[in-house]
């Protein structure tokens, strides 16, 4: 395996104190005195919480988020997407074993269905995950969806960004699992590993799907059932179609991940695939196209919610909004004269 020798955890430790800028109201406030100082000095209890202030959208979330930022940019963010059943969380639970094995500290974070009653995560911390619960070199946390139509939290990569401050080499993203729309995770990651499954209808259908456009690496998982070879055929037909002849050559793997069988070929592929856009320059890119995505989705966001706490109770709105129920006026209509009417509030 071709993973790099993990630097020297003594040097990093020192990398991650906190310099002399001014303390935020994250590192005042009573019971988080010294909440960014532990984070960046990897302890979990402190990851944890960091995690649950920006889950929950704690102004003391985003402010914990600004002071460690200058930290993040070490790990390597590698992202999980593909159809549900395919195994994803079985891969990456053995993937950590194999990342582990090169004494690399690992995060885990599965974006989880939404409870459409507490709009938390259903499944919790994955139950495939299970091994690694107690290994102090893996954090493992789910987060839920919140109905995200890209199978990702909005969230997620501010997530990313604490786990990375926190001392982690590798941030294993996994994705809810939607099918075609999935490809969110393209704006959250370094290295994307699409997890396919033979004689699946989901599986045939993302092949005609945008999400064939971003994968790194496609993993053929459960590579034990009959249609496997037909189904990377049919896999190397449609990468073929986009072949870039100076690019990343996107291997088709073969993985039994509930044996363990191909890991080690997957971890062998995400350090070639780190090397190969840090030769060329790429994984800066990546990320500066990342953060603006995320830049633009936090204003997005931002801008709903303020425009809708302004619209709130006011009639002219609601006759607007009746007015497009008896189709007098047409949604984009409505929705310019909506703009217009919160421009003259402001």
């Not at 935020?24 to 979990?44: F, H, I, M, N, Y």
């Not at 396919?196 to 994968?215: F, H, N, R, T, Y």
């Not at 190969?276 to 966001?301: H, M, Q």
Request: net charge negative; no cysteine; proline share 4%.
């Amino acid at each position: 395996m071709r993973l790099r020798a993990k630097n020297a955890r003594a040097a990093s430790t020192g990398e991650r104190t906190l310099d002399s800028r001014p303390v935020t109201e994250a590192s005042q406030t009573q019971g988080e005195t010294t909440l960014a100082e532990r984070l960046v000095g990897g302890d979990k209890r402190a990851l944890a919480r960091a995690i649950t202030l920006i889950e929950s959208d704690d102004p003391l979330g985003w402010d914990l988020v600004r002071e460690v930022y200058p930290r993040t940019g070490r790990a390597r963010i590698i992202g999980f997407t593909g159809p549900p059943g395919v195994g994803k969380s079985t891969l990456i639970g053995a993937l950590t074993k194999e990342l582990r094995a090169a004494d690399r500290q690992i995060a885990v974070l599965s974006i989880d269905p939404s409870s459409p009653f507490t709009r938390g995560a259903l499944l919790g911390d994955r139950i495939r995950l299970s091994e690694h619960f107690l290994d102090p070199g893996v954090f493992i946390r789910s987060m839920a969806s919140r109905g995200a139509l890209g199978g990702l939290s909005e969230a997620a990569l501010q997530v990313a960004l604490v786990m990375d401050a926190a001392g982690k080499d590798d941030v294993l993203i996994e994705t809810v699992g939607v099918g075609q729309a999935e490809i969110d995770i393209v704006d959250h990651a370094d290295t994307i590993v699409l997890a396919l499954m033979p004689g699946s209808g989901d599986s045939i259908q993302a092949l005609k799907a945008g999400v064939m456009e971003i994968p790194d690496v496609i993993v053929v998982n459960k590579a034990d059932h009959p249609m496997t070879d037909t189904m990377i055929r049919e896999v190397r037909g449609v990468l073929a179609l986009a072949d870039d002849p100076g690019g990343w050559k996107v291997p088709i793997l073969r993985t039994e991940a509930a044996r363990g069988e191909g890991v080690a070929a997957l971890a062998e592929q995400i350090d070639l695939h780190r090397e190969f856009i840090e030769s060329e320059g790429t994984l800066e890119s990546r990320r500066a196209r990342n953060l603006r995505s995320e830049v633009l989705g936090i204003a997005t966001s931002r801008m709903r919610r303020r425009l809708e706490e302004t619209i709130a109770g006011d009639a002219r709105v609601q006759d607007l909004l009746e007015q497009v129920v008896r189709r007098e006026i047409d949604p984009a209509s409505a929705a310019s004269q909506l703009l217009e009417h919160g421009d003259h509030e402001d």
